[in-house]
Protein backbone atom coordinates (compact mmCIF):
# COMPACT_ATOMS: atom_id res chain seq x y z
CA UNK A 1 0.00 0.00 0.00
CA UNK A 2 2.15 2.91 -1.28
CA UNK A 3 0.78 6.50 -1.01
CA UNK A 4 0.80 8.52 -3.89
CA UNK A 5 3.28 11.83 -4.48
CA UNK A 6 -0.25 13.80 -4.19
CA UNK A 7 -1.12 11.80 -0.39
CA UNK A 8 2.63 11.91 0.74
CA UNK A 9 2.79 15.75 -0.45
CA UNK A 10 -0.27 16.49 1.41
CA UNK A 11 0.99 14.75 4.80
CA UNK A 12 3.90 16.67 4.55
CA UNK A 13 1.92 19.92 4.42
CA UNK A 14 0.03 19.16 7.03
CA UNK A 15 3.00 18.09 9.29
CA UNK A 16 4.69 21.34 7.94
CA UNK A 17 1.33 23.33 9.24
CA UNK A 18 1.50 21.60 12.40
CA UNK A 19 5.20 22.24 13.57
CA UNK A 20 4.46 25.67 12.28
CA UNK A 21 1.57 26.09 14.81
CA UNK A 22 3.79 25.18 17.31
CA UNK A 23 6.90 27.20 16.34
CA UNK A 24 4.41 30.14 16.84
CA UNK A 25 3.06 29.04 20.20
CA UNK A 26 6.64 28.84 21.36
CA UNK A 27 7.43 32.63 20.08
CA UNK A 28 4.28 34.03 22.02
CA UNK A 29 5.49 31.72 25.14
CA UNK A 30 9.15 33.08 24.82
CA UNK A 31 7.78 36.91 23.94
CA UNK A 32 5.54 37.02 27.04
CA UNK A 33 8.82 35.52 29.15
CA UNK A 34 11.12 38.36 27.70
CA UNK A 35 8.74 40.65 28.78
CA UNK A 36 8.27 39.15 32.20
CA UNK A 37 12.02 38.92 32.86
CA UNK A 38 12.31 42.79 31.71
CA UNK A 39 9.56 43.84 34.77
CA UNK A 40 12.10 41.56 37.22
CA UNK A 41 14.95 43.23 35.95
CA UNK A 42 13.36 46.30 36.64
CA UNK A 43 12.72 45.42 40.11
CA UNK A 44 15.89 43.83 40.91
CA UNK A 45 17.74 47.48 39.55
CA UNK A 46 15.46 49.20 42.05
CA UNK A 47 16.46 47.11 45.10
CA UNK A 48 20.04 46.76 44.35
CA UNK A 49 19.62 51.17 44.31
CA UNK A 50 18.11 51.00 47.73
CA UNK A 51 20.86 48.32 49.16
CA UNK A 52 23.38 50.73 47.83
CA UNK A 53 21.99 53.78 49.30
CA UNK A 54 21.31 51.95 52.34
CA UNK A 55 25.11 50.77 52.58
CA UNK A 56 26.55 54.39 51.84
CA UNK A 57 24.64 55.47 54.99
CA UNK A 58 25.89 52.75 56.82
CA UNK A 59 29.54 53.26 55.96
CA UNK A 60 29.05 57.32 56.52
CA UNK A 61 27.50 56.17 59.89
CA UNK A 62 30.70 53.93 60.60
CA UNK A 63 33.06 56.50 59.85
CA UNK A 64 31.27 58.93 61.64
CA UNK A 65 31.18 56.85 65.06
CA UNK A 66 34.80 55.46 64.43
CA UNK A 67 36.10 59.44 64.64
CA UNK A 68 34.26 60.31 67.59
CA UNK A 69 35.41 57.66 69.35
CA UNK A 70 39.10 58.21 68.73
CA UNK A 71 38.50 62.17 69.11
CA UNK A 72 37.04 60.89 72.68
CA UNK A 73 39.94 58.65 73.15
CA UNK A 74 42.78 61.50 72.36
CA UNK A 75 40.34 63.70 74.48
CA UNK A 76 40.02 61.07 77.32
CA UNK A 77 43.53 59.97 77.13
CA UNK A 78 45.52 63.65 77.44
Do not use: D, P
Request: with cysteine; proline share 0%; net charge positive.
Amino acid sequence: MKKTVTEHRQEVEQRLANVETHVENIYHHVKRIEHLVELQNGRVRKNEEQIAKWKGVATVVGFLCAGIITLLSILLGA
